[in-house]
């Protein structure tokens, strides 16, 4: 069944109320004071707020429903005039609102405007010139700014008035659909109503619904007076979204986010849009491109406390930086484990801290980081074991286990072995060296029994042991510039459900990680941010906006 149009009657005074109201918070809430799920819920409030007119009797259009404008076709720099728009001095809008019936509003990516109040407190006022019940494609040679199609020259209106409809003798909703099937239901031939009283308003929308009815055609379109393409930050936009219909759209609105960033210093909030939907508009932190200046800071916050976990737990719970170099390439998904490390029941990372001189693996390249092990997430992560330095597990019968060809009665479990303490570490690991040395924490056996992985007292032996190194380490020794945290195997092909926290990339290999990042979109349809890792730098995380696959 289609929709009603439910025009209510309210109060004078409430209108009035709620007009004043919304001009005294654009005037004194700045746009940036309010979260983007603040945006979200007015948005969906204006979309259900169905009334005939606003206060003062002014047209519902100031305080109800929302003006978006379709971007798809647009470029990057969305702002910018078409060139029938330029001629015209008239942009096209479609308006929507809960009651008004829509045979599915179809744009994959869009911008908001703000309402009349807030646009009017902000002191970026817009006018409509125009609407016409079905959308029309007006020329760069129609006439009054586009809003007479008929082609000929009408009786002059009100001032900054340019409808049609009322020059014409059409005043009715009625009398509308008649005139349009008369001209072969041609929308290019329609006449247009005042955007200046409520009700032409009301008409428009009456005549749209109920051709919708019939035939399932075109939006309620508005024309609003161009901008000036030259100052973008004067155009008051409330927010981009994407259609959540469409598959991976959001790359599409995070390019055109940027853009309006570089060319204004202010970020438009991204919201996820769902035609038809009865609270149309939601809100993603993540989807955000300047998400990725908070995901770097929490890094680089965690690579710098070196605090025990408040509930007694190891310290990759709570600090530090799981990081795992990975490389990249298109047979395969660079956050899935490695079929080395299914066969050795492992996946090796790199646990970063200031306090404890780690470096990457091998010092470069490409990969993941993860969230603390304390971060809510689908499929948690387990640490098994701890190397003080690289444990060259590939070279062991498993990645917590006893090494292979280097002292093997001397590598495996160091409690098993009787070694706990650091001295007693030393001692052994001079005759070891890194690839024989033992491993703190537990077996996959020993996890698959208990299910529990390294444990504090394991995990602050490995830390107190390679603290007892010196560094940087003598010529040869470069694979004890870092440690290695073993961690236990996950599934094949879930990125969405792991605690992936960013994609990172050293210097030089930025073409990598943006390979990894847009491999992961393309999986998930999901933002992970990119992050440039140089462990001599400090801060040593770094996120920047043009490093972003989305370019």
């Known amino acids: 069944m289609g929709r009603e149009l439910r025009l209510i009657k309210w109060c004078p005074r409430d209108l009035l109320r709620w007009v004043v109201v919304a001009i005294a918070v654009a005037w004194t809430v700045p746009s940036f004071a309010l979260s983007g799920g603040d945006i979200a819920t007015l948005l969906n409030r204006r979309y259900q707020l169905v009334s005939q007119s606003c206060g003062m009797e002014k047209p519902a259009w100031h305080c109800s429903g929302l003006l978006v404008q379709d971007l798809t076709a647009s470029e990057e720099q969305f702002w910018k005039l078409t060139a029938a728009d330029a001629a015209l001095q008239s942009v096209g809008f479609t308006y929507l609102r809960e009651d008004v019936q829509n045979s599915g509003f179809s744009a994959r990516v869009g911008m908001v405007l703000a309402d009349w109040p807030t646009a009017i407190g902000a002191g970026h006022p817009y006018s ?4 016409y019940p079905l959308t029309a494609s007006p020329q760069a040679n129609d006439r009054d700014h586009g809003c007479n199609l008929t082609r000929k020259a009408l009786p002059p209106q009100e001032p900054e008035d340019d409808s049609s409809c009322a020059a014409l003798g059409i005043t009715t909703a009625d009398q509308w659909i008649s005139a349009y099937l008369a001209s072969e239901s041609n929308p290019n031939t329609q006449c247009s109503f005042s955007a200046d009283a409520k009700d ?9 619904n109920q051709l919708q009815a019939r035939q399932k055609t075109g939006d309620l379109q508005f024309l609003i007076a161009a901008w000036d393409p030259s100052k973008p930050s004067d155009i008051p936009i409330e927010a981009l979204f994407y259609n959540v219909s469409f598959e ?50 929490r890094i680089n916050t965690r690579f710098f406390d070196a605090k025990p976990c408040s509930n007694g737990k190891a310290d990759f719970w709570c600090t530090g930086v799981l990081i795992r170099v990975t490389g990249y390439g298109s047979g395969f998904h660079s956050w899935n484990p490695s079929p080395n490390s299914i066969a050795l029941k492992g996946v090796s990372f790199s646990y970063v801290r200031y306090d404890l001189k780690t470096q990457l693996g091998w010092l470069k390249g490409v990969g993941t980081i993860v969230k603390e092990g304390n971060s809510p997430t689908a499929y ?42 650091v001295s007693v570490w030393s001692q ?48 040869g020794h470069t694979v004890e510039e870092w440690n290695e945290a073993v961690v236990d195997v996950w599934p094949q092909n879930i990125p969405d459900k792991l605690p992936l926290e960013a994609i990172f990339y050293t210097t030089g290999q930025l073409s990598g990680g943006r390979f990894v990042q847009n491999d992961y979109f393309m999986q998930t349809g999901r933002f992970i941010p990119l992050i440039n890792a140089e462990m001599t730098r400090s801060p040593p995380f770094m996120y920047q906006i043009d490093d972003q696959f989305s370019q």
């Open 200 to 208: 032409p308003l009301i008409q428009s929308m009456l005549a749209h």
């Open 128 to 131: 409509v010139r125009c609407i």
């Open 380 to 421: 948690p992560l387990t640490v098994l074991c701890m190397y003080p330095t690289d444990g060259d597990t590939w070279d062991r019968v498993e990645k917590c286990g006893q090494s292979k060809t280097h002292t093997p009665n001397m590598s495996g479990s160091c409690r098993a072995l009787g070694v706990t303490t």
């Open 428 to 475: 052994r690991y001079a005759t070891t060296s890194w690839p024989g040395q033992c491993f703190m924490g537990v077996t996959k056996a020993e996890f698959d029994k208990t299910g529990q992985g390294i444990d504090q007292r394991d995990f602050q032996f490995s830390s107190d042991a390679r603290l007892s190194l010196t560094f940087p380490r003598p010529a």
């Open 248 to 297: 991976k759209q959001l790359v599409n609105i995070q390019r055109r986010q940027r853009a309006y960033f570089k060319a204004t210093a202010k970020w438009l909030p991204i919201l996820r849009f769902q035609s038809g939907a009865r609270l149309p508009f939601g809100f993603d932190e993540t989807d955000q491109m300047d998400y990725g200046n908070q995901v770097v800071k």
